[in-house]
Structure formats: C-alpha cells, structure tokens
C-alpha cells in the first residue's frame, strides 16, 4: 500500500462503505471519495416506504452487535429507538415451537419427539470419529437423524436454497446452537420452553424510517462533496489504478475499497484475465422480500412475537417478520394496522416464479395461519433481491485466500457482505467493521480480525 496519504477510493454507499468513510473522516484523512450506483445510501440495509404508506426493510434487519464501535456509530446515528425482547418461533406440525428449536422438542408430536431424541441418544451412544465434510454431515454429528429430518435439513434446504450437502462447515460459529441433551431432557420432563439467548437477548430498532434510517443518517453527516451517487463503476484498469464509470468518467486511486459483489469485482478488472476467470466459481442465493400490510389490530398470538420460521412446505418463506412489532409507525396507521414481512430463497437449484411470488406468500400466510379470519389486507409490497445470501459453498474458504491474497497486491481490498462473500461476517455490525478495519489497515497497517478471522 502506499505509504502516505493514499487516495482511498471507496465503492458502494452500504454499511461497509459508510463504515469506511466514516472512519477515514475520525482518523482526520481528507484524500477520499465514495462513489454509489445508486441515489440513496443502505445497499441492503436500505428501507423503502410503499405506495400506501408501510414502511418495508429489504428482509427483517435486527440489529446485532458485537463491537462497542458500531454501538457508538448507532447512538450517533439515530436518536429515537425502540427496544426489543427477541422472541423467535417456530411454525411446524400446525404448531409453535419457541427457538432454538433443540430445546423445545417436547412441544413436538411423540413420533416426531422419539425421532428427535433417538438421534441425539445415537449420537451420545456413538460419537462422531470424523471431522464433517459438508454442512449437511455437520448438522447430522451436532443434532442427530431425528432433529435433521424434522427440523434442521428442511429449514436450512429453504433457507440456503442449496441443499446442505453442498455447504462447507467452518463458517457457522455461533449461529448455530449446538444441542445440550441434558437440557432437553430437562426441559422435556418439566415442559419448560427454553429460549436460551444468552447476553443476546434484546435488540433496538429506529422508531422512523425502518433500518435504513440508520445509515441515511450516517450518510448525512459524511462531508456531501466526497459522496457521489448514481455513478456505478463499470471497469477498473489496476495497472495505472482508475476506475470507470457507466456515462464514461474516470477516477483514480491509490487504494480502492470495494463493496460491491466480489464477482462483479473481478469480471471489472479488465487487465487481469485470470482473476476475471474466476468469477464463475462464486455461488449465491436471491432473496424475494413480501410486504403483506393488514387492516386492524396486531391479533394477540403475534403481538410480542419478532420473526417465525417456516420449515415446511405449506408456505414458500423460510422465514416471516411481525414488522409492525419493531416500530409501530412501520405502518400508517399506528394500532388500526399491522404488518407481515416475509422472506424466500432462490437459487438455480430452486427457482422462483417472482410473478407468483407475492400470491403464494399470501396463500401460504394463510396457510400456516399467520393470516386468519380473512382481515382485509391493504397493501402488497414484494422486492427481488439478485444478490441475497452470499453462499458458504464448499471450498469457499481457499478460494477467497488466494484472490484476497491477489487483490491485496494489486491494492484492492473487497470487503462487506458480498465484497467479502464471508457470511458468517455479514450483518451489519460485521460489515462496518470490515469498512473500519480496511481504513485501519491502510493507513496504520492494522489486522483485520473481522475479515481474516471471522469474528
Ligand atoms: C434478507 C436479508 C436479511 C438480513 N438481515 C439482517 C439482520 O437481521 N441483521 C443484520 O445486521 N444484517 C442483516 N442483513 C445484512 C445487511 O443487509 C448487510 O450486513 C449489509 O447491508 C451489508 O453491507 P455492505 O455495505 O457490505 O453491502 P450492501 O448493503 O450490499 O452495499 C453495497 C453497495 O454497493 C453498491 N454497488 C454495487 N455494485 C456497485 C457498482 N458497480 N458501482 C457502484 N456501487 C455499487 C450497491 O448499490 C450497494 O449500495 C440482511 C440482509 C438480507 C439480504
């Protein structure tokens, strides 16, 4: 990297990218720009307000949060926030099972309930001799046979839209819960739910304007002259370091910061053939976000509940958000409306027939009950996201070393969540600090713990 006062090219107006900007403002650089291809800042974490007044975020942002940086960053950028109690659930056997599902078996069937614990005694019997190769067998050496069939491979099957088979392990870290059986039996003879959140168990959320206030807001307070919307970069020649833009326009840097999809990234670099010819090896899921605003009050069996999770097939979503419950004035008629916000997958091993979409979510709410008594629903809202889910596909992990490796040298470093295509690092929180860190690394030669280690 050179040495000083680099020209820092920054693309993409997301949270990794505000991230960035944000930090190189703090540390006092001025020989920055932030270049965006499209008019407003968020990337993914944008929120959008429908013809009928309802407030949708691009699928069910719930702000986690592992670095004091980020909340220092979040109490800066909005000043009014509502606070929540996580309370997630699951929707299987025409039931409500409270997450983690492991722990609450008991509420299930006896078939269903036997299976669940003749695998987790299996397993206690016999214990995994190999290390898994794939997702699918190391969900089969966490949970047993029983909960996989039950739970664990239809959900993550709809989830990933990729079957798990086809998943690396390494990545889950903490977001899987592994299963104390001990607890379960506990929780099984007391018939105690058993939510197990840990220190995680609350989460806040903008009063106004959905989460994409937030970085609306932290857009604001970065110097206007430096942030440049609407300009979407088309080609990078790393040779003489300039970037290219859709009308025709250049720009050149020193350091570029890139945040848009690490595929797009490579087809860009026009002088780099065999980087460019890896771009066909990364593999994603999309994402069809479903607004469905309903007159009337919040029914009482959704009124404290955040997010449900939908394994079965009698509904096209993998998951369904209460979105009224994160803000009331997500709707626009604060207590006279409610509203549902659904999430579905889709990839080339599950396609999606985005014209059908919004009717078979509404069929499917239906379905699984979410929707009852025929209330009369006043609006339809349903957004495609092509890049949704950055997948975890097998052999992900050497193949992102080595083209890090090769970008770093040629003073490239692609960060964020399709940027770093590093899923296990990809919330919001994690994407700032990709942004924090690269800014860190630049100037100050820092490491870059989110990034490299996943943390
Ligand atoms: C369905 C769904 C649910 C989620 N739920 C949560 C959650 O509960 N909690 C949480 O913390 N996070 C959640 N996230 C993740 C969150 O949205 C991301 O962490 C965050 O948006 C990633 O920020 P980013 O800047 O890396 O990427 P993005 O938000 O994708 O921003 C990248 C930016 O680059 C721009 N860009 C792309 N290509 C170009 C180009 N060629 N030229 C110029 N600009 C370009 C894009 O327009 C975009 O603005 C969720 C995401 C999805 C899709």
Redesign the pocket.
């Known amino acids: 990297m050179p040495a000083d006062a680099p020209r820092i090219v920054i ?9 960035a900007a944000w930090r190189l403002q703090e540390l006092g650089h001025t020989d920055w720009d932030l ?4 008019e407003t ?6 929120s959008v307000v429908d013809d009928q007044g309802f407030t949708w ?8 949060s592992h670095y004091e940086y980020f909340d220092r960053l979040m109490d800066t950028a909005v000043a009014n926030w509502v606070e929540h109690e996580r309370e997630a659930w699951v929707w299987i056997r025409n039931r409500w099972i409270p997450y983690p599902f492991q722990n609450n078996i008991w509420r299930l069937p006896d078939d269903d309930l036997i299976a669940c614990l003749e695998g987790l005694l299996d397993l206690h019997r016999a214990p995994p001799t190999s290390a898994p190769r794939a997702f699918d067998e190391w969900l089969l050496q966490s949970f047993g046979r029983g909960l996989c069939d039950t739970f664990m491979f239809p959900y993550n099957r709809k989830v990933w839209a990729y079957d798990p088979g086809k998943l690396d392990v390494g990545w889950m870290g903490e977001r899987v819960a592994t299963v104390d059986l001990t607890r379960v039996l506990r929780n099984l003879v007391r018939r105690t739910d058993d939510v197990a959140w840990g220190p995680n168990a609350t989460f806040r959320f903008p009063l106004h304007g959905g ?1 994409g206030a937030i970085w609306r807001s932290v857009a604001d307070r970065l110097p206007a002259e430096r942030m440049h919307y609407g ?4 080609g990078i020649d790393t040779r003489r370091k300039i970037l290219t ?1 859709g009308d025709g326009s250049t720009t050149p840097y020193d350091t570029l910061l890139s ?3 690490l595929d ?1 990234l490579l087809l ?1 670099l026009r002088d780099q053939p065999t980087l460019t010819a890896r771009a066909s090896q990364f593999v994603h899921s999309s ?1 069809h ?1 479903v607004g469905v605003g309903l007159a009337g009050e919040t029914p009482e069996e959704f009124s404290t509940k955040c997010w449900m999770y939908f394994p079965e097939d009698q509904a096209p979503f993998y998951r369904c958000t209460v979105f009224s419950n994160y803000s009331p004035h997500n709707v626009p008629a604060p207590g006279r409306q409610w509203s549902l916000m659904a ?1 579905v997958s889709e990839s080339p091993d599950k396609p999606v027939d985005g014209a059908r979409v919004l009717d078979e979510t509404v069929a499917g709410m239906r379905a699984c009950n979410l929707i009852r008594n025929d209330p009369r629903i006043v609006s339809r809202w349903h957004r495609r ?1 092509s ?3 950055p997948t975890p596909w097998l052999g992900r992990d050497g193949v992102l070393m080595e083209i890090d490796a090769q970008l770093t040298a040629l003073d490239i470093l692609s ?6 295509w590093k899923y296990e690092v ?6 700032v600090m ?2 924090v860190e690269a800014v860190d690394h630049v100037l100050r030669g820092s490491p870059q713990p989110t990034y490299d280690d996943g943390m």
């Open positions: 693309v993409g107006a997301g949270p990794t990218g505000l991230g270049y965006e291809r499209a800042a968020g990337g993914l974490a944008s975020d691009l699928g069910g942002h719930v702000l986690f989460t300009c979407q970069v088309t833009f945040t848009m999809p797009h860009s994402s976000i999430e996201l890049y949704g889910y960060r964020g969540r399709f940027g770093g990809s919330n919001q929180d994690h994407s990709q942004g």
